[in-house]
């Protein structure tokens, strides 16, 4: 049954492989179960019936992805997102949560008609090539940079950033997991990646870094953020730009991480465009609906499903079992929680740097190709935003093309974008 419906030997996989491939994409974004309730509780919501959201928005998106999209792409409530909704519309702007969850089902819905109508389908698809391998070189760039964070090898210090305490603990065994991953995985070893953060894990403990938390524990209760969005409050026209920046950036992270992590798991077509696009699409606009409805953010396609993909998962399968694993969450917080932050930053170092190779797809003869690119991977990282990159990298290429008389490389839908987002950056 999963062969028929997966056509797994179709993309020269197996339902063990698939199975491998799903815990790893788990296991790297697990992270944010922790995350969410933590920075949504600053807005005076429910940390633990955040929590549950947060499983359930995963979930679901990961279900919908999977088995209606049939690609190995994860979902979850965003980061950075999480961030805007509650210190920027809640804390800063002074709206109530309940009204801010309400402008995330606003956005979803909206999101959710762009995708059935396929106009979100035709932008990403417009995307030049050059610029589709940057995004994916970028968002290895980005995710290195959040594994420098997470293990403590990057922190804040000096003009931007400065080294970290390379003789701590957490460094050490990052260092140490790195290594084993890529040692691993020159040997072809399955699950390098996964083996790599459980060992992380194993050795955290043992040294005292970390503590095992117990295995089970009842599900916290959903019922303080459940339905409690406030749809009609949302429609306010004061909410208009809160409402069009989370469909803005949920649209091109989405459009970011499905470019890239599909160009790595080789799902592009010929073209380098994405079969069943707008199956992807609308599974990541229905996931922030669901998601709204259970009381967290914006959820969208995560750029650790790279981690799944890098162990071999090729088909919706991979989704799936992300999907159950959250699931499995709700009785299992305790297990959770014992893989720390810094465990999950070897995999992501190694990610990111194999992400990194889309950049030799681009045409490197050509200045009017290889400078937008350039441009768009290193603004991902610097500007801690898949978003802004992705903007500034379409100005780039739209401003080059149109000097150099390159006129017959720019479609509508590019000098388009470049306009809108040229009107963002002035005006918004």
Same mark, same amino acid.
């Given at each position: 049954?999963?062969?028929?419906?997966?056509?797994?030997?179709?993309?020269?996989? /197996?339902?063990?492989?698939?199975?491998?491939?799903?815990?790893?994409?788990?296991?790297?974004?697990?992270?944010?179960?922790? $995350?969410?309730?933590?920075?949504?509780?600053?807005?005076?919501?429910?940390?633990?019936?955040?929590?549950? !959201?947060?499983?359930?928005?995963?979930?679901?998106? &990961?279900?919908?992805?999977?088995?209606?999209?049939?690609?190995?792409?994860?979902?979850?409530?965003?980061?950075?997102?999480?961030?805007?909704?509650?210190?920027?519309?809640?804390?800063?702007?002074?709206?109530?949560?309940?009204?801010? +969850?309400? *402008?995330? %089902?606003?956005?979803?819905?909206?999101?959710?008609?762009?995708?059935? +109508?396929?106009?979100?389908?035709?932008?990403?698809?417009?995307?030049?090539? &050059?610029?589709?391998? !940057?995004?994916?070189?970028?968002?290895?760039?980005?995710?290195?940079?959040?594994?420098?964070?997470?293990?403590?090898?990057? $922190?804040?210090?000096?003009?931007?950033?400065?080294?970290?305490?390379?003789?701590?603990?957490?460094?050490?065994?990052?260092?140490?997991?790195?290594? *084993?991953?890529?040692?691993?995985?020159?040997?072809?070893?399955?699950?390098?990646?996964?083996?790599?953060?459980?060992?992380?894990?194993?050795?955290?403990?043992? %040294?005292?870094?970390?503590?095992?938390?117990?295995?089970?524990?009842?599900?916290?209760?959903?019922?303080?953020?459940?339905?409690?969005?406030?749809?009609?409050?949302?429609?306010?026209?004061?909410?208009? /730009?809160?409402?069009? *920046?989370?469909?803005?950036?949920?649209?091109?992270?989405?459009?970011?991480?499905?470019?890239? #992590?599909?160009?790595?798991?080789?799902?592009?077509?010929?073209?380098?465009?994405?079969?069943?696009?707008?199956?992807?699409?609308?599974?990541?606009?229905?996931?922030?609906?669901?998601? /709204?409805?259970?009381?967290? &953010?914006?959820?969208?396609?995560?750029?650790?499903?790279?981690?799944?993909?890098?162990?071999?998962?090729?088909?919706?399968?991979?989704?799936?079992?992300?999907? $159950?694993?959250?699931?499995? !969450?709700?009785?299992?917080?305790?297990?959770?929680?014992?893989?720390?932050?810094?465990?999950?930053?070897?995999?992501?170092?190694?990610?990111?740097?194999?992400?990194?190779?889309?950049?030799?797809?681009?045409?490197?003869?050509? #200045?009017?190709?290889?400078?937008?690119?350039?441009?768009? !991977?290193?603004?991902?990282? %610097?500007?801690? /935003?898949? *978003?802004?990159?992705?903007?500034?990298?379409?100005?780039?290429?739209?401003?080059?093309?149109?000097? &150099?008389?390159?006129?017959?490389?720019?479609?509508?839908?590019?000098?388009?974008?470049?306009?809108?987002?040229?009107?963002?950056?002035?005006?918004?």
């Amino acid at each position: 049954m999963l062969e028929t419906y997966f056509k797994l030997k179709e993309h020269g996989t /197996s339902v063990r492989t698939e199975v491998i491939a799903g815990l790893t994409t788990f296991l790297t974004m697990a992270y944010i179960l922790l $995350v969410n309730p933590d920075i949504l509780s600053a807005a005076g919501m429910d940390k633990n019936a955040v929590f549950v !959201a947060t499983i359930i928005a995963a979930a679901a998106g &990961s279900l919908i992805m999977g088995l209606y999209a049939n690609y190995p792409i994860a979902l979850a409530p965003g980061l950075g997102l999480n961030a805007f909704f509650s210190f920027t519309v809640v804390l800063e702007m002074g709206h109530p949560w309940q009204v801010a +969850l309400g *402008a995330v %089902f606003i956005s979803g819905v909206v999101f959710l008609i762009l995708s059935i +109508l396929p106009v979100r389908e035709w932008i990403i698809n417009s995307i030049p090539k &050059s610029l589709k391998m !940057a995004i994916s070189a970028g968002i290895g760039f980005f995710i290195f940079f959040i594994a420098l964070q997470f293990s403590g090898i990057s $922190v804040p210090g000096g003009a931007l950033v400065t080294l970290g305490d390379v003789t701590a603990g957490p460094v050490i065994l990052v260092a140490i997991g790195f290594i *084993a991953i890529v040692g691993l995985d020159a040997m072809k070893v399955p699950g390098a990646i996964v083996l790599g953060i459980l060992g992380t894990t194993v050795l955290s403990i043992i %040294f005292g870094l970390s503590e095992f938390q117990g295995i089970v524990s009842a599900p916290p209760n959903p019922a303080p953020t459940l339905f409690q969005l406030d749809i009609i409050g949302a429609l306010d026209v004061t909410l208009i /730009s809160v409402i069009f *920046a989370f469909l803005f950036v949920d649209l091109f992270d989405t459009a970011g991480t499905l470019v890239g #992590v599909s160009h790595r798991a080789g799902l592009l077509d010929e073209n380098g465009n994405l079969p069943r696009l707008g199956k992807a699409l609308t599974a990541d606009s229905g996931a922030t609906i669901i998601g /709204s409805l259970f009381g967290t &953010s914006t959820t969208t396609s995560y750029i650790e499903s790279a981690a799944g993909v890098r162990a071999g998962g090729r088909t919706g399968l991979t989704a799936v079992v992300v999907a $159950v694993l959250f699931l499995l !969450a709700l009785f299992f917080a305790p297990l959770a929680n014992t893989v720390p932050r810094f465990a999950t930053a070897p995999a992501l170092l190694f990610i990111g740097i194999v992400m990194a190779k889309g950049l030799i797809e681009i045409d490197w003869e050509d #200045v009017t190709e290889y400078v937008p690119a350039v441009v768009t !991977a290193l603004v991902m990282p %610097f500007a801690f /935003s898949i *978003a802004e990159g992705i903007a500034i990298g379409f100005i780039v290429f739209a401003g080059v093309k149109i000097v &150099s008389r390159r006129f017959d490389d720019l479609t509508p839908a590019v000098i388009v974008l470049a306009v809108l987002f040229l009107l963002k950056f002035a005006f918004l």
